[in-house]
């Protein structure tokens, strides 16, 4: 249902003679019965009520009841030029002018549905036949000035081809961009424009007229075509893989189109497979994976850089550093203000106690991806992370790496314990500084084998600090000065919270 605020504004732009019926042909007896002047009586109520598609049903009804009836086709154009379906409008005012040629307000609409399709002989055809028709005053101011319109874009269209011819792109672009004002489905028009975005790497421009193109011919499989292969090297395998795949509907046969479809689906199947690994941690799948992506395409650089992004990215999280490291580094070389690359190098770094370069990574990261949650806690971490390696490091105690598994950090505690355990020292100073010792080394066992404990170490806090550990209970023997050299708490194994029992043959 449209409004009438709606119909009115439409009505604006409608010549008035494709409203109501032109005084000049009321009286005008046509050869049809009731039943057609019937349809085309409530035809004519639901259109100036703005109910286009009641309306048409109508106008249906009288053009099938009476196909000599040239009103008929009138009515119908008239409602499919307020629905904005002027193509089919063109075919109803053609039959209008075969069975009434001087049916001057048919034509001039005929005339300058023709102009906007760019076809611009034609068009200049129907304009001078109005004028040697006795049109209104109207009707004359019209179609002259839509003839001086014309014969100008004829000339335009002339001076366009020439710069194109010459590769002077973006002066053939700036007389189409003139031309494409009035001859908006002119297809010929947008593709040469397309042409010229295409050379002069206005990618996007081009996108936006060969999608329209592709809309004004239905059979356009060179458009789409051409659409595939832009977004192609634009790097976005997906739209690549979408519009190849529209030529292919309109043409299974199209040998450019299916070679092409080959090309992006392999290539597309080895993206969304090693996006699929990511997702399951499988990360060094995912980079092998992505290693084959730069393979099969390697005179693209845009997929080559999401691979090593990717790769960046799947390597941080295998919690790989140095390798990551590396690669983030040849993405930020190319792309310096990649966030995902900055996000990831700076993980990287903390996971290779680079404290100081994260800092400055995520630091880099946010400015150019504003309120985003990783880089702050990440930030944050890497703050705090900084600071807690200025004071103790139960990883550096023990002599291994964040990324120890439990195995790896039991087996280094028992051979610092066997090695700083006070009793292989006999000088009172030296038992002393290795009771010191050895309660840190068995402190960072505790902490480090401890999954929730360790997770709190990994984000900047101190589980046996009590600064950082006000109010909390657990643990609790360490933060009242816990000392395993207290009776039951020794080297032994008597009672207490550790039990240290070493076979040393």
């Known amino acids: 249902m449209v409004s009438m605020s709606f119909m009115q504004h439409i009505l604006t732009y409608i010549p008035y003679a494709l409203v109501l019926i032109d005084l000049r042909y009321e009286g005008v007896n046509c050869d049809t019965d009731g039943s057609v002047e019937s349809h085309l009586a409530m035809g004519k109520k639901l259109l100036a009520a703005g109910q286009l598609a009641d309306a048409l049903s109508h106008f249906h009804a009288a053009v099938d009841g009476d196909p000599q009836n040239y009103m008929s086709f009138y009515r119908r154009a008239t409602v499919y030029l307020a629905m904005g379906k002027s193509k089919s409008a063109l075919p109803d005012l053609s039959r209008v002018i075969e069975l009434k040629p001087d049916f001057t307000s048919a034509r001039l609409q005929r005339g300058n549905l023709l102009l906007k399709q760019g076809s611009l002989d034609e068009a200049e055809s129907d304009f001078k036949r109005v004028l040697h028709s006795h049109p209104t005053a109207q009707e004359q101011t019209e179609a002259h000035g839509q003839l001086v319109r014309a014969d100008e874009i004829q000339r335009l269209l002339a001076q366009a081809q020439a710069a194109f011819s010459a590769k002077d792109y973006p002066g053939a672009s700036a007389m189409l961009d003139s031309i494409i004002e009035t001859c908006v489905w002119d297809v010929g028009s947008r593709e040469m424009r397309a042409e010229c975005f295409i050379q002069m790497g206005e990618n996007g421009k081009a996108i936006s007229d060969l999608k329209a193109t592709s809309k004004l011919r239905s059979d356009n499989t060179k458009a789409f075509l051409q659409l595939s292969v832009i977004y192609y090297h634009l790097g976005d395998h997906e739209m690549s893989l979408t519009e190849v795949r529209e030529c292919l509907k309109l043409d299974p046969d199209h040998k450019q189109c299916y070679a092409h479809y080959k090309k992006v689906k392999k290539l597309n199947k080895q ?235």
């Open 271 to 505: 993206i969304l497979s090693a996006e699929s690994l990511i997702q399951d941690e499988r990360y060094e799948e995912a980079v092998s994976k992505y290693e084959a992506v730069m393979e099969t395409e390697p005179n693209v650089p845009q997929f080559s850089h999401h691979a090593k992004e990717r790769i960046c990215h799947a390597l941080a999280q295998a919690q790989q550093p140095g390798r990551a490291i590396s690669v983030c580094s040849a993405v930020l070389e190319a792309e310096p203000e990649n966030a995902a690359a900055l996000k990831d190098r700076a993980e990287a770094y903390i996971q290779d106690e680079q404290y100081e370069e994260a800092i400055r990574d995520y630091e880099e990261a946010e400015k150019h991806s504003e309120n985003d949650r990783q880089v702050k806690e990440g930030l944050e971490r890497a703050q705090k992370l900084l600071k807690q390696s200025k004071k103790r490091d139960y990883y550096k105690i023990l002599g291994v790496k964040r990324t120890a598994q439990k195995k790896e950090i039991i087996k280094a505690y028992r051979k610092m314990a066997q090695q700083w355990h006070p009793d292989n020292f006999m000088d009172a100073a030296d038992k002393k500084k290795a009771e010191k010792r050895f309660i840190d080394i068995v402190q960072a066992k505790e902490v480090l084998t401890d999954p929730e404990m360790r997770a709190k170490f990994d984000q900047g806090e101190d589980p046996m600090d009590p600064e950082t550990q006000q109010g909390a209970h657990q643990n609790q023997h360490f933060h009242q000065g816990f000392n395993p050299f207290s009776s039951g708490g020794g080297g032994g194994g008597g009672g207490g919270p550790f039990s240290f029992k070493f076979g040393f043959n």
